[in-house]
């Protein structure tokens, strides 16, 4: 049977503005698709709960892909490996509590499992700010990052949505929005953004899932996100927090959202 141009593309438009109009209004919306946002969007998705994950550049899976220094192996601790497991990626011992895992084979895993998941993934979409009601965040502002990386002068979009995840890693970008809109309202020590500290990956591997919370009504915080936020050191390449951090903050708002229902 011979194949038409206009059909491919008819089902390419089709399909792309449906998985749009369904997910106009979610239970959950995540920025960054990071580790931390990719095993948040998992746990959510696989809880029945409705999840878009947002990311600004094409490729998923933020800092996981380069390993250390463009080495491309990661190393887990013993504490996460129940993570690894649910998700098939393979690992080894490399000595008492260090596990090594193939970056790329950690990032192609989590993604493929949130998505069968049911998590909705939207790339090369940047979020430029949230919706506000007034005192809680109830959305967020879209944008194609082209426009974005082009300096073009477009109107973004809005989706709606019970809590947004700040999962942009180092950046932060959910939370400074909401910092510069509201200042010193942050569930932070001082009210607002701490800053990354220096580098202790012990304690910012603790720090990673005590920080993982809800800073601002409706908006919680993961992954390194959430130590930016609270002044907690960075870690470096191991990921075991990245891990459990995603998978807090899914308990977390399925915990909030089955109170409501
Ligand atoms: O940085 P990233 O991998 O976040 P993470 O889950 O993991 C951190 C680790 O990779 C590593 C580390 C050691 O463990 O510290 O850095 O905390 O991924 C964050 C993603 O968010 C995207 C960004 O492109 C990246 O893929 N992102 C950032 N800002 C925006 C965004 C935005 N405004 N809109 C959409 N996506």
Not at 7 to 33: H, M, P, S, W
Request: net charge negative; proline share 3%.
């Amino acid at each position: 049977m011979a194949l038409d141009e206009i059909v491919i593309t008819r089902a390419i438009i089709d399909r792309y503005y449906q998985k749009l109009t369904d997910n106009l209004e979610t239970d959950v919306a995540i920025v960054g698709a990071g580790p931390s946002g990719l095993v948040a969007g998992y746990y959510l998705a696989g809880a029945g709960k409705k999840v878009a994950l947002y990311e600004r550049k094409l490729t998923i899976g933020g800092g996981m892909w380069g390993g250390g220094m463009l080495f491309n192996e990661i190393v887990v601790q013993s504490e996460a490996l129940p993570i690894l497991e649910e998700f098939g990626i393979r690992y080894r011992q490399y000595q008492e509590n260090y596990y090594t895992a193939d970056g790329v084979e950690a990032v192609a895993s989590l993604t493929a499992g949130a998505l069968r998941a049911g998590l909705t993934v939207f790339n090369c979409v940047t979020v430029e700010d949230v919706m506000m009601r007034p005192e809680s965040v109830e959305g967020l502002v879209i944008n194609w990052s082209p426009v974005e990386m082009a300096g073009l002068h477009v109107d973004p979009l809005t989706v709606r949505a019970g809590f947004v995840i700040d999962a942009t890693g180092h950046d932060t970008d959910i939370v400074k929005v909401v910092e510069n809109k509201t200042p010193g309202k942050l569930n932070t020590s001082t009210g607002g953004i701490l800053g990354q500290k220096a580098m202790w990956a012990d304690r910012a591997e603790t720090d990673t899932t005590e920080n993982t919370k809800e800073i601002f009504p409706g908006l919680y915080v993961a992954g390194m996100a959430a130590n930016a936020s609270a002044g907690g050191p960075r870690m470096g390449p191991i990921f075991g927090g990245m891990l459990l951090s995603g998978q807090k903050v899914a308990r977390e708002i399925i915990r909030r959202l089955e109170q409501t229902s």
